[in-house]
T-cell receptor
Framework: KAGVTQTPRYLIKTRGQQVTLSCSPI?????VSWYQQTPGQGLQFLFE???????NKGNFPGRFSGRQFSNSRSEMNVSTLELGDSALYLC??????????????FGEGSRLTVL | AQTVTQSQPEMSVQEAETVTLSCTYD???????LFWYKQPPSRQMILVIR??????QNATENRFSVNFQKAAKSFSLKISDSQLGDTAMYFC?????????????FGKGTHLIIQP
């Protein structure tokens, strides 16, 4: 069974640009959640999608958005990039229980560098 | 809001030794889940062990076990017979039963190094 796949693995952008990250969950998983990981702030919850609907959202500005498609694949978008957006963005998928049971399966992450 | 604190930024032990990672949390919730996640150098995070707060019995998974003290809001992870492959970042995490608007709340992590 294939794991959680995130693309791209690495990317470099400049301030003001926008970026889209993709996440393909494990087959059969309907919940996808996103986390931002930085050395200073650690792991912070961005949002969770379940069956194409955003179910929960963390405390991030509106520049951070996401969506989920009918095949459960998810994308997150960051507009008007700032230097502080440099981070490892982790995607995690889970079964219908979503994030409630904590059985998250993580991808390897997308490393975003903003110059 | 919940907080999770891991007071040991880094630990180093010899192979085959036993090591305990500390975690404390703060919440007003009575029912919740606690987790330990491992993030090896390759960065893919995996679930090590899970504890349900209403269960008094401490969870165990092979060489991994927890010491869950609900009243003290403490949730430590013990790794027995440590192996080189245990070298990783370890994150303690919390979520209220039924989910929460904040998703999983993670501690800042403990970098565990197993020396040969």
């Amino acid at each position: 069974k294939a794991g959680v796949t995130q693309t791209p693995r690495y990317l470099i952008k400049t301030r003001g640009q926008q970026v889209t990250l993709s996440c393909s969950p494990i087959s059969g998983h309907r919940s996808v959640s996103w986390y931002q990981q930085t050395p200073g702030q650690g792991l912070q919850f961005l949002f969770e999608y379940f069956s194409e609907t955003q179910r929960n959202k963390g405390n991030f500005p509106g520049r951070f958005s996401g969506r989920q498609f009918s095949n459960s694949r998810s994308e997150m978008n960051v507009s008007t990039l700032e230097l502080g957006d440099s981070a490892l963005y982790l995607c995690a998928s889970s079964l219908d229980g979503g994030i409630i049971t904590g059985e998250l399966f993580f991808g390897e992450g997308s490393r975003l560098t903003v110059l | 809001a919940q907080t999770v604190t891991q007071s040991q930024p880094e630990m180093s032990v010899q192979e085959a030794e036993t090591v305990t990672l500390s975690c404390t949390y703060d919440t007003s919730e009575n029912n919740y889940y606690l987790f330990w996640y491992k993030q090896p150098p390759s960065r893919q995070m995996i679930l090590v062990i899970r504890q349900e707060a209403y269960k008094q019995q401490n969870a165990t998974e092979n060489r991994f076990s927890v010491n869950f003290q609900k009243a003290a809001k403490s949730f430590s992870l013990k790794i027995s017979d440590s192996q080189l492959g245990d070298t990783a970042m370890y994150f303690c995490a919390f979520i209220p039963t039924g989910g929460g608007a904040d998703g999983l709340t993670f501690g800042k992590g403990t970098h565990l190094i197993i020396q040969p």
